[in-house]
C-alpha cells in the first residue's frame, strides 16, 4: 500500500525558515521524478520544484528560486523542501507527488506570518 507523509511545517514569521519532509513507502521511491506543489487560500495549486529521480537535476518556480531547494535521499526514501527568506505569499498547504503514478501525499500547512 502507498503511503506518502509530508512533515515539517508549521507557523514563521517573515524571513524565516522550515524544512519540510515527504515520507514514501510502498513503490519504488527512488525511481521516479518528485514533486513539491503548493495551494495557498482561495488560489489554485501550483508547482514548487522538481527533482529527478537520482537527484541530479532540479527545477524550482521563479519566485522560490535562491530561496527553496529540493533534495532527495533514495536510500530512505525521502524528499526535501529546505525553505528559507520566507514571505508571506509562501504561505500554504504543501504537498508532495509523483506524477508517474498519480500519488499524492496529504500536505503539510505552512503558515508565514508575524
Known amino acids: 500500500q502507498v503511503h506518502i507523509v509530508e512533515s515539517g511545517g508549521g507557523l514563521v514569521q517573515p524571513g524565516g525558515s522550515l524544512r519540510l519532509s515527504c515520507a514514501a513507502s510502498?513503490?519504488?521511491?527512488?525511481?521516479?521524478?518528485m514533486n513539491w506543489y503548493r495551494q495557498a487560500p482561495g488560489k489554485e495549486r501550483e508547482l514548487v520544484a522538481v527533482?529527478?529521480?537520482?537527484?541530479?537535476?532540479?527545477k524550482h518556480m521563479e519566485s522560490v528560486k535562491g530561496r527553496f531547494t529540493i533534495s532527495r535521499d533514495n536510500a530512505k526514501n525521502t524528499m526535501f523542501l529546505q525553505m528559507n527568506g520566507l514571505k508571506f505569499e509562501d504561505t500554504g498547504v504543501y504537498s508532495c507527488?509523483?506524477?508517474?503514478?498519480?500519488?499524492w501525499g496529504r500536505g503539510t500547512q505552512v503558515t508565514v506570518s508575524t
Open positions: 527533482i529527478s529521480s537520482d537527484g541530479s537535476v532540479t
Open positions: 510502498g513503490f519504488s521511491f527512488s525511481g521516479y521524478v
Open positions: 507527488n509523483c506524477p508517474a503514478r498519480e500519488f
